[in-house]
């Protein structure tokens, strides 16, 4: 099945599959063309801030940002593609990454609402730091879990290999995406963090 399934349709998957509902994954839709309708809100937010950085004279950190973000998008699937080939699970692959791309919306809304709950335990009288951790440790959590979930049902792979699918992925991510920062950092280059 490659049709283009509605927006309704997608929310639905959406909700369903965080709730851990694999019956979400029928409704996310399968192909070429859902995979690339997924993926076209992830790159054009991006864009729209490398515009608005180069907007206020910083052409350079616009599109520095722009391509790291493009890096941390693209390397997901691409990863994700080679192990599903070696596994023999490639016929499952446009339904895992389609479902993956459109599920990383609900982890910003998810720490928006973890903010909110913070802030009313601060005000409550509980300290801030560890709330924080906490809270952000869940998060990491769900995030992996999520990963690992869609990996499991999409690509139906073991639970060991779901597992190392999650870690493979999200390790060479970071590496691809921190690397070439860190490398210019140790060559003596200006730090990329904002001084603090």
């Not at 993926?39 to 206020?56: D, K, R």
């Not at 499952?92 to 389609?98: E, K, L, Q, V």
């Not at 924080?132 to 990963?147: D, M, S």
């Not at 597992?163 to 003596?188: D, F, S, Y």
């Amino acid at each position: 099945m490659n049709a283009k399934p509605g927006r309704a349709n997608i929310l639905r998957g959406i909700v369903l599959i965080c709730r851990g509902k694999a019956t979400g994954l029928a409704e996310i839709g399968n192909g070429p063309d859902p995979f690339l309708s997924s993926l076209a809100p992830m790159i054009a937010f991006p864009l729209v801030g490398c515009v608005l950085m180069g907007m206020q004279g910083r052409v350079l950190d616009g599109i520095t940002d722009f391509l790291a973000s493009l890096v941390a998008i693209l390397a997901p699937p691409v990863l994700s593609f080679s192990l599903a080939r070696r596994w023999g699970k490639e016929a499952g692959w446009f339904r895992f990454a389609t479902a993956f791309n459109w599920c990383q919306w609900i982890l910003p809304v998810l720490g928006a609402v973890l903010v909110v709950l913070a802030g009313i335990m601060v005000q409550a009288g509980l300290p801030l730091r560890p709330i924080v951790i906490v809270l952000c440790c869940l998060l990491l959590a769900y995030a992996f879990w999520l990963h690992w979930f869609l990996a499991r049902h999409a690509l139906a792979l073991t639970i060991g290999r779901a597992i190392l699918l999650v870690l493979i992925i999200n390790l060479l991510t970071i590496a691809l995406v921190a690397g070439p920062q860190l490398i210019a950092m140790a060559a003596g280059g200006a730090s990329p963090l904002p001084p603090g």
